[in-house]
């Protein structure tokens, strides 16, 4: 009776049952089943393809030989989806069918960001959690929660282990690249310890700190080696790679220090007096100092270690590269050669590669380098899947948060992504009830409507007044490089978001991103793959 009941109540299931209590019929539909035959079979298509990586997964532990760990700092779902449709647009579709690189990896999940202490979190938290397996406050370097932020004395005791220090204690080579200064807070947790992200150098540091026994941030990138020995008893050879920007943290505060890009008049930071380049290769005589792409693209892969410095603080938005004195390497070059130099060691590597200017891109309320930054970042993600063996290497892609960066109005399918809202059937922009037009993005806070032309630098926002709220869009391009969002609450910068962010993954122990997670469960699938804290006894 239920079985009649349930085939009574739905028509469609109905023929299915008509059919299945007939055995002359065939098991498979004979009707059709939908009037979009292409839809339908990607669906199916889709089905299979994910069944099949399923089963070729690799479960168990310590099954993969290298890992490469991507984060899009700041890179939200909204950012993600708004610039795989910007880089199908530039590619003459209509976007919203394109796919960035890891948008095809097969196993994709969700992170929970919050800091111990913060609903909506901050990257040296986030960081912290995701390359050590703890959840801490915000603001805090790799050490617990139960450290006080800008407390030397509290953080003693409390520091945390990284995957990196534990990649290095295995023997395997590691790699840090990012777009960052190498001293801000995403790439600082993978080798540092601090009670304030904000430590990056001596004159960042309050005197009681400095007196206390805590180290800069730069410093400790350089004594990393010696820091590892004393703190676990364990004799490594070092960081193999380290690229991004932030040189101004390791020079002395004195012009005749200066790079030869230097872009202020005094480009150093450091009020002690230390050159922590010159210490460095002292104590790597062999080692490679470099500051351009000329220099990236010269470098010796085996001859290690590699430090490159590329800019006085963080390096230029990916757009904007164009105006550095002496060219940056894009993400992707530097993903490229690091790949090379640590695929060297054959016991394998674990490589951590930060987009750091989405999230800066976001902060200045400037969606256009935000985007194009996510975008360059799939490219870096593209070429490293190129260059490694999948079957043996974990590739995982996150973010540390989100922004508040909204897609919303109902634009027809193909409108710019960066442009004014049309709506289905439409040809004319749709105007608010306030008369005036309105973009597909938007900020929900933040420094609110500019517009630059097509300059390409978005920290030019922060030398004109908050302009938030709506205004008068009729004659503006804004898909212009030099067009910032409005934003509806107004402040000094835009703020990040508190909601999950997507993790995707291929590889041995991909799996296990598949869910909801704790951020801080990203460092124990790492550690499952490689089996790090096995391989450190």
């Keep these: 009776m239920k079985h009649l009941l349930t085939c009574m109540a739905l028509p469609l ?36 393809q994910q069944n099949q990586a399923w089963q070729n997964i690799q479960t168990e532990k310590g099954s993969a030989k290298n890992a490469i760990f991507f984060v ?6 909204s950012t993600i989806t708004a610039a795989r449709i910007l880089a199908g647009q530039e590619r003459g579709q209509s976007g919203e069918e394109y796919n960035l690189s890891f948008d095809q990896f097969p196993f994709s999940g969700l992170s929970r960001t919050y800091n111990v202490d913060a609903q909506t979190p901050d990257s040296a938290g986030t960081m912290t959690a995701m390359i050590t397996g703890v959840k801490t406050d915000a603001g805090i370097i790799s050490i617990n929660e139960k450290v006080q932020r800008g407390n030397c004395e509290s953080s003693k005791g409390n520091e945390l282990i990284s995957a990196l220090e534990l990649a ?20 600082a947790a993978a080798y540092a310890k601090s009670p304030d992200r904000n430590w990056e ?12 026994g805590c180290e800069d941030i730069a410093s400790q990138l350089i004594y990393f080696k010696d820091r590892v020995k004393q703190r676990y008893g364990k004799d490594i050879d070092g960081i193999e790679v380290a690229f991004g920007g932030g040189r101004r943290h390791f020079l002395p505060k004195q012009a005749e220090f200066n790079s ?30 470099i500051i351009d792409e000329n220099g990236l693209n010269t470098a010796n892969p085996k001859q290690t270690p590699i430090l490159g410095l590329f800019n006085e603080s963080h390096m230029h938005y990916h757009q904007d590269r164009h105006n550095d004195r002496s060219g940056e390497p894009s993400i992707e070059l530097m993903t490229q050669k690091t790949i090379e130099i640590l695929s060297q060691n054959e016991k394998g590597y674990l490589l951590i590669v930060e987009s750091g200017r989405i999230d800066h891109g976001h ?13 360059a970042l799939s490219k870096a993600v593209a070429q490293a899947q190129q260059q490694v063996d999948t079957k043996e290497t974990l590739m995982m892609v996150t973010a540390d948060h989100s922004h508040v960066f909204t897609m919303a ?11 004014k809202v049309v709506t289905v059937g439409e040809d004319d922009i749709q105007l608010a009830d306030d008369g005036m037009p309105y973009t597909t993005l938007g900020y929900m806070n933040g420094r609110g409507m500019m517009h630059f032309g097509d300059e390409t630098n978005a ?54 991103v598949s869910g909801v997670h704790e951020q801080n469960v990203i460092f124990h699938i790492l550690d499952h793959a490689l089996n790090l804290q096995t391989q450190r006894q």
Excluded: F
Excluded at 170 to 178: E, H, N, R
Excluded at 363 to 375: F, P, S, V
């Design 409 to 419: 109005g109902y634009p027809k399918r193909g409108n710019p992504i960066l442009g």
């Design 168 to 187: 290095e204690m295995a023997g395997l080579s590691t790699g840090i690249v990012t777009t960052a200064r190498i001293t801000h807070a995403t790439p």
């Design 459 to 512: 920290g030019l926002s922060y030398k004109n007044e908050i302009n938030a709220g709506r205004h008068d869009l009729h004659d503006l391009d804004t898909t212009q490089a030099g067009y910032h969002q409005e934003a509806l609450v107004p402040l000094s910068s835009e703020t990040h978001g508190g909601e999950d962010v997507g993790i995707y993954a291929i590889g041995p122990g991909a799996h296990l």
């Design 72 to 77: 899009g700092d700041g890179m939200g779902i």
């Design 201 to 212: 150098d001596i004159s960042d540091m309050p005197q009681e700190a400095i007196d206390a």
């Design 260 to 289: 030869a890009d230097a872009q202020s008049d005094i480009e150093g930071d450091r009020t002690d007096g230390r050159h922590l380049i010159e210490e460095w290769q002292s104590l790597y005589p062999q080692g490679q100092y």
């Design 363 to 375: 902060h200045a309320g400037n969606a256009y380098n935000a985007l194009h930054d996510t975008i």
């Design 13 to 48: 299931v109905l023929t299915a049952c008509d059919q299945a209590s007939n055995s002359q019929q065939p098991s498979q539909p004979s009707y059709p089943v939908t009037k979009s035959p292409d839809w339908y079979q990607q669906g199916q298509a889709k089905v299979t």
